[in-house]
């Protein structure tokens, strides 16, 4: 069974960093990996992604100068380095990969099969 195991989650005070870790499970990771954050009250937003071939992009304007999504292939692992983080990046945080080897203009949750089980990023003082 194919599965994503997510950590790197936890408190942070703002302007802190953190790094989230997305690991397959029974499959070798080698297809596009999103990443996705979903605030309480709020709709799963597409924030990240990384392609098959380290092409990146990022959607959310909010993010980008901050966060970096890389993939180190001999781990099986997927990244998202966060920096500078605000009150605002408060959300569960997810993984997602739908199999395929680019990342879409506009990611969209329910497009995507395989998810992580989310890791909690709370950024407070």
Not at 15 to 30: E, I, K
Not at 86 to 113: F, I, Q, R, S
Request: glycine share 10%; aromatic share 12%.
């Amino acid at each position: 069974q194919l599965q994503l195991v997510e950590s790197g989650g936890g408190l942070v005070q703002p302007g802190g960093s953190l790094r989230l870790s997305c690991a397959a499970d029974g499959f070798t990771l080698d297809y596009a990996v999103a990443w996705f954050r979903q605030a309480l009250g709020k709709e799963r937003e597409g924030i990240s992604c990384i392609t098959s071939y380290d092409e990146t992009l990022n959607y959310a304007d909010s993010v980008k100068g901050r966060f970096t999504v890389s993939r180190d292939d001999a781990k099986n692992t997927v990244f998202l380095q966060m920096n500078s983080l605000k009150p605002d990046d408060t959300a569960v945080y997810y993984c997602a990969t739908d199999l395929g080897h680019y990342c879409p203009d506009n990611p969209v949750y329910y497009e995507y099969d395989y998810w992580g089980q989310g890791t909690q990023v709370t950024v407070s003082s």
